[in-house]
């Protein structure tokens, strides 16, 4: 391609028109990249959390654990989807108003509860199935080192998901900073 084929397709760059329907199509936020990768990740979860919902009873001994430690889990679990649920949905339609600079500094303030809810509800999660798995578990050397790998991979991806929710605040930080 020489200099003047790509001169002639940037002056006619952009003349084809698009209807209002499609302009609308879009810019909508559902149509967002990053919320389709929030879907796929949101329903991989899910699927795997029913399927250990699922398999917990008989394939994890639950019949032989005391309800309370089946309802803790349980519950976990519940808390863990529902958290995760309702920041998608909070993403999927963010709060619009006039104002560019309230709607990202409320956007900062509904970024940080929603992080301190999915830490919290990751932590009780995590605890809900350790305390299910080592429920009467006479711990041998073996099992103390696959459990202190657990809790360490625990570890690793609460500070990863902690660090990626400070950078998510941050951006929006720096946005409203900018204004």
Do not use: C
Not at 9 to 36: C, I, Q
Request: proline share 2%; glycine share 2%; no cysteine.
């Amino acid at each position: 391609m020489n200099i003047d084929d790509l001169k002639s397709d940037w002056r006619n760059a952009g003349h084809e028109s698009l209807s209002e329907k499609e302009l609308a199509a879009m810019t909508r936020v559902r149509n967002h990249p990053a919320l389709r990768k929030l879907r796929i990740k949101f329903m991989t979860e899910m699927v795997a959390l029913t399927a250990l919902l699922l398999l917990f009873y008989d394939g994890f001994d639950g019949a032989q654990k005391p309800l309370a430690v089946n309802a803790m889990l349980i519950l976990s679990i519940a808390l863990y989807i529902t958290n995760n649920a309702l920041g998608y949905l909070h993403i999927q339609n963010p709060m619009v108003s006039g104002n560019l600079r309230e709607a990202l500094a409320r956007q900062v303030h509904s970024l940080r509860r929603m992080a301190a809810f999915s830490l919290v509800s990751s932590v009780v999660y995590a605890a809900a199935l350790l305390r299910f798995l080592t429920y009467q578990t006479v711990f041998t050397q073996r099992k103390y080192i696959i459990l202190s790998a657990l809790i360490i991979t625990f570890i690793l991806l609460f500070a990863y998901s902690w660090i990626s929710w400070q950078r998510k605040i941050a951006h929006f930080r720096q946005l409203e900073a900018d204004f």
